[in-house]
Each structure stands twice: as C-alpha cells, then as structure tokens.
C-alpha cells in the first residue's frame, strides 16, 4: 500500500476514534434507558409520561416533568417520580430502586476514564492484542443491557412479603410495554443509548479501518 493510502487509513480511524470517545463521553451524562409506569391513579393531567425515571450509567434520575401552575393549586414543582416508582414497588414487595447496580453506579466513573485512555492509547498503539482497545468502548451499549436485565430480573424475583399485593416472581419488561398488576409499564432506550451505540459502531469501522492499515505493513 502506498504511504498516501495508509496515512489516509491512519487519519480515518483517528478521527473514528476521536468522535466515538466524545460520543461515549456525552452518554455519560445522559440517560441511557427510561422506564415508566401508567395506571388510572396516576392520571395523564398530573403524570404526562406517566411515573417515569431515566437510568443513567451513574444513577437514577426523575423523569416526570413539572407540574404547570394552575389556578394557584400549587406553584409549579418538578414531580419526584424515582420516590413514586418506589412507592409502587413497595405495594407489590419490590426493593428500593436504589438497591440496583451500586457497585456498577460508583464504577462508573473510573470504567468510563478508564475506555478514554484506551481509546487514547487505541489512536497510536500497533501491537499485539491492539484490537482490545476499542473493544473497551465497543461492549459498552451490550453491557448495559445485559446488566441492567439482570438486575431487572432480581428485583422481580426477590419480592418480599410486606406488599399489599401478593404478585409472582416475573420478569419486568427489558424492552418494550408489558403490564404488572393494574400498571402499565414501558421500558424503552433514551437518548444515550444511541450515542452509546453510535460510539460502537464508530470503533467498529475504526478497527476494521486499522486492521487494513496493519495488515499493509505485514
């Protein structure tokens, strides 16, 4: 190959590289998957998007949005729905949700700093076993949600008997619309799911960008 050719290889998975880092970077502060239950008590005027929370790489947060002011009921106030997700839970047995993923949750922020080196390292390493390094942010949309349905299915199956309801031990909804008791429940990727897997595919393309680039030099 050329050295024209292979500078333009090196350039492109550079600049590949360069963009899923700040893609994967942004996911970090942006929700990744939100969850929200629906039911008749929880009406549309007070809950728009029903009882929602975002799950973010590092935490749960509210997803409900504020309440518009009206007639001077109550000044407008930002809902606190990982509260009222809790209550629901509670009623059928189910854990806090801040029992979930604290391990992973404190993690996070040194697994992430830790795939921004190795992507880093990605951009000028040859050596053997250089396809690791974007692997480090490839496996991170995968990761996520292998980890967050399995914690999904320990909470559905360590109820405990101090609910007011008594519901078998069931699988909550991964992805898509399910329902449990008299709620409604959707689970579906928000935003930073996409950047996540928009990174992915980046580092995708970057390595099979480099991996031509290496096999020229053999």
């Known amino acids: 190959m050329q050295t024209?050719?292979?500078?333009?290889?090196?350039?492109?998975?550079?600049?590949?590289?360069?963009?899923?880092?700040?893609?994967?970077?942004?996911a970090y502060f942006s929700p990744v998957w939100w969850v929200a239950l629906k039911a008749p008590n929880y009406p549309a005027q007070t809950f728009p998007d029903g009882v929602r929370i975002h799950f973010h790489v590092n935490g749960v947060f509210n997803g409900c949005k504020e309440r518009p002011k009206t007639d001077d009921v109550y000044e407008e106030e930002a809902l606190d729905c990982v509260h009222e997700m809790n209550v629901i839970n509670h009623f059928i047995g189910m854990e806090p949700i801040e029992k979930g993923a604290r391990l992973e949750i404190m993690a996070a922020p040194y697994l992430f700093a830790l795939v921004g080196v190795m992507l880093a390292a990605f951009l000028f390493y040859s050596g053997p076993f250089w396809w690791v390094l974007p692997m480090s942010g490839i496996v991170i949309p995968i990761a996520f949600v292998a980890d967050y349905a399995a914690w999904l299915w320990w909470f559905g199956h360590n109820l405990h008997p101090w609910g007011a309801f008594t519901v078998k031990p069931f699988m909550p909804t991964v992805f898509g619309e399910g329902k449990v008791a008299q709620f409604g429940t959707f689970s579906y990727p928000h935003y930073g799911f996409g950047l996540l897997v928009a990174g992915a595919l980046l580092l995708v393309l970057a390595a099979l960008l480099r991996r031509k680039s290496l096999k020229s030099d053999g």
């Open 4 to 26: 024209q050719d292979k500078g333009k290889l090196t350039l492109a998975f550079r600049a590949l590289t360069v963009a899923a880092a700040l893609l994967i970077g942004g």
